[in-house]
């Protein structure tokens, strides 16, 4: 069974989701034969990088909101985080554009590392507070699950992988993704959303089955 996933590196719900069914795939019986590949979505392809910039205050920007409204956002997902296992610093967490990350998760699959690749940038940009956007960054993470440096260093300063990128994105619009995580269980079945583990569990059993 294929499982396509579309996520964002910037989206903590993807991160979360990815937790969790996580722990759902590790109670289907079937799991040595699920294979899984990480798409690429874009919450906001206009993002501009702003380091030094407090995630709060963007945050609440961004939506027109108050800054106790962004903060009590915050503490919600840092706490919802922490219940599948995650440690969330959004405090120091760097507003970054992602489309160089998902270009490097792009040449990430191409060597069988997608989970890998999706799992570093998670952790930098939630946890460690990395600015996924700067190079030298990607270098480190790409090269700290096996890439080679010098086919990283001349991916970042091509625009190679962008199409890969683009194509994911248009073909979440052609089945109607408006948000991420999104889940496509063999073609056949969909889970929007960082949904419960037994969700996940109980909509693997009916695709295997289909």
């Known amino acids: 069974m294929k499982v396509d996933i579309w996520s ?3 989206c903590p719900f993807c991160y979360i989701g990815k937790r969790k069914f996580e722990a759902a795939l590790q109670q289907f019986e079937h799991k040595d034969q699920v294979e899984i ?3 690429s979505f874009e919450l ?3 993002a501009e990088t702003i380091v030094g910039a407090n995630a709060v205050d963007y945050l609440a920007n961004r939506y027109g909101r108050s800054r106790e409204w962004a903060e009590e956002m915050h503490q919600n997902v840092t706490e919802t985080a922490a219940e599948v296992g995650l440690d969330f ?3 120091i967490s760097v507003v970054a554009n992602s489309f160089d990350a998902h270009r490097l998760i792009q040449l990430a699959k191409t060597e069988g590392l997608g989970d890998q690749i999706e799992e570093c940038l998670f952790d930098a940009y939630f946890t460690k507070g ?3 956007s700067d190079h030298t960054t990607l270098m480190e993470i790409g090269t700290s699950i096996g890439l080679d440096k010098f ?3 001349t991916m970042l300063k091509s625009t190679d992988f962008t199409d890969e990128v683009r194509n994911d994105e248009q073909t979440a619009q052609n089945i109607g993704v408006r948000g991420v ?3 496509v269980f063999d073609q056949k079945l ?3 959303g960082a949904q419960s583990p037994e969700t996940f569990l109980g909509v693997m059993k009916q695709a295997w089955e289909v």
């Open 8 to 10: 964002d590196v910037r």
């Open 37 to 39: 590949e990480w798409h």
């Open 44 to 46: 906001d392809p206009n």
């Open 89 to 91: 610093h959004l405090d």
């Open 130 to 132: 990395k600015d996924i």
């Open 151 to 153: 086919i990283i260093d």
């Open 181 to 183: 995580p999104f889940f």
């Open 190 to 192: 969909a889970v929007s």
